[in-house]
């Protein structure tokens, strides 16, 4: 499914355990429309580990991907997530309990010890993060304060399903809202 006008930017944000990432590959994969997480974006993992990219790179990357007539974002709010946030025609914005989200860092912190490939979780970025996702409503919230014209196009959704529900119809995440 495309695009009216060939033309769809949908940005997925969400703290850490939200399920973003299970949400933008499935849209992703059901519409063919390129997912790129800014973890890719913002970190280099090629060592193993989670080391920032420069700013340089990072602004680079963000600039290609924007470029793209279709894509699919998603990620944590950073402030290098606004230029997506201005282009994209939706703003799908991932709610979960705090419990789930927690259940969900730990798995993960869990299964990162037995993979073979990727940066290993440590246990200090485990509790780092369970933190932040604790804070996160708090920022998120203070965020859109600032950035009221990002709220018409900016939808609370926990689940694929509601995507479809909340927008009216499962076609109406295809249209072009701009």
Not at 149 to 175: C, M, N, P, Q, W
Request: overall charge positive; charged content about 25%; glycine content about 6%.
């Amino acid at each position: 499914m495309s695009a009216k006008n060939g033309n769809l930017k949908i940005c997925f944000i969400g703290p850490s355990g939200a399920g973003k990432t299970t949400l933008a590959r499935r849209l992703s994969r059901e519409t063919g429309i390129p997912h790129i997480p800014f973890d890719e974006i913002y970190w280099d993992m090629d060592s193993g580990d989670y080391l920032k990219r420069s700013n340089e790179l990072i602004d680079e990357a963000t600039e290609r991907v924007r470029s793209g007539k279709c894509w699919i974002v998603e990620g944590s709010y950073d402030k290098r997530l606004l230029p997506f946030f201005r282009d994209a025609n939706w703003i799908l914005m991932i709610q979960t309990s705090l419990y789930v989200r927690v259940l969900r860092i730990l798995k993960r912190y869990v299964q990162s010890k037995f993979r073979v490939a990727g940066p290993v979780e440590t246990f200090s970025n485990t509790i780092e993060l369970i933190r932040f996702t604790s804070s996160y409503p708090a920022k998120l919230s203070g965020f859109f304060q600032s950035h009221p014209e990002l709220l018409e196009k900016t939808l609370t959704v926990s689940t694929y399903e509601d995507i479809a529900s909340r927008t009216g119809s499962r076609s109406a995440v295809f249209s072009d809202r701009r």
